[in-house]
């Protein structure tokens, strides 16, 4: 049998296999594929180690090692990234771990009992905002995609760390918040909404109460609700930046609310750049417009960056010329009764740990982050689900006041009535 030089040639029955003296033996080709693969073997570990010294390798870092290193080292690389990616993933996570928590622990975690959880589950299942059969990939429960939100609303976890620890896809995490945020959005008004009448009178015998100090035995009458503003930090927007900033150095949107004796929000409005005064961002909101046909002899007390108004009374500015006694008590009772809306912000921030800084880049989108917790806060406050495990006077709550209006010199209706009200409490 002729043999061509440089090339293999097999033969078969009785024939002989012809090598050519070009091409190493096997025994070498297979030494060297196992040296090869040891070599990788060793370059993967390696990777995943030195990856885990910062918690993870990110995607910049691992294209500039790509570029100065080794087709072999480059595989390593590609092979660790998808093992780290893998080896996190918690499997049947919400199956088996969740179901196995006890109410502190599933508290912890979530920041809603149990039991309210579930139903607040019930209504996302019944509703269009869950799909229903189809083809494809399994789909994950309505439950795996509440809890996912909840972490999500809940802490300060990017989306990779709760995709590991749901042990599901990116994609999956970001489907599945929009799912439940599209829900809560769908909601809102039935969940936000203004007190009726047998509330309203209910709310005004609660606010009363609160404002029994010093031999007062009941604090200011006829108040509805409180009123306030606070900042919500966000990234940098990319449009308008310098609206955003605020007086206290960050970036921010702004959430006014309105709130009951109970903590519940009655009337939200969020988006307003941080930048702009109490003030005008009353003026802006719906608020303004409705509240004069709303309240019906009823007022809420907001603070000094507030207007003098029939239906809207801040506290008095300290003026020496014209200080009198009876001011600095409607002062303080007036400081009593709304607290409770310092009080549902900082429970609201501290169960729903996102706000501390919502990093997206879409203003509408933190604005819907800001909305949904306000919805679940409500949902929790009527479920009882109370957040006692917070300490709020530490927290942070980013009230931060404007400047004050000056309008007590305006002998107004609103003004007579402030002064009516502060004349008829017991010195």
Known sequence: MRV???????ATGDQALAVSPATP??????????????????????VLVSGDDDGEMSDLHLEEELEETSDLAVVA??????IREDRHRVRLYVESVVDSYNDKEFRRLFRLQRCTTEMITADFESSSYYPRGGRGRQKITALKTMLITLAYLGT??????????????????????RR????????????IRWPNDEEAARNKRAFRALGRCDGVEAGLPDVIGAIDGCHVRITRPTDCEEDYYNSNKFHSIILQAVCDADMVFFGVFVGFPGRAHDA???EESFLFEEAASRFDGGYLLGDAAYPLLQWLLPPYRHVTSS???????????????RVVIEIAFGLLKERFRRLDKIDVNSIPQAVEIVMAACVMHNLAHRHVDV????????SDLGIFSSEPVDVDHKPTLAARLRDRLAQNLPL
Do not use: C, Y
Not at 77 to 82: G, P, Q, R
Not at 158 to 174: L, P, Q, R, Y
Not at 387 to 394: G, H, K, P, Q, R
């Open 4 to 10: 061509v030089p440089g090339r293999e040639v097999r």
């Open 25 to 46: 033996p096997i025994a070498a080709k297979m030494a060297a594929a196992k040296a090869n693969f040891a070599a990788l073997a060793k370059l993967v570990a390696d």
């Open 77 to 82: 690389m590609l092979v660790a990234k998808i």
């Open 156 to 177: 300060q976890w990017s989306m990779n760390a709760i995709a590991d620890k749901f042990g599901v896809s990116e994609s999956t995490v970001h489907v599945a918040i």
């Open 180 to 191: 439940v945020l599209d829900f809560l959005q769908s909601i809102s008004e039935r969940e």
């Open 280 to 282: 005008r961002v009353l």
């Open 323 to 337: 200080w009198q006694p009876w001011m600095s008590k409607f002062n303080h009772v007036h400081s009593k009764q």
């Open 387 to 394: 957040f006692e495990d917070s300490d709020i006077a530490n």
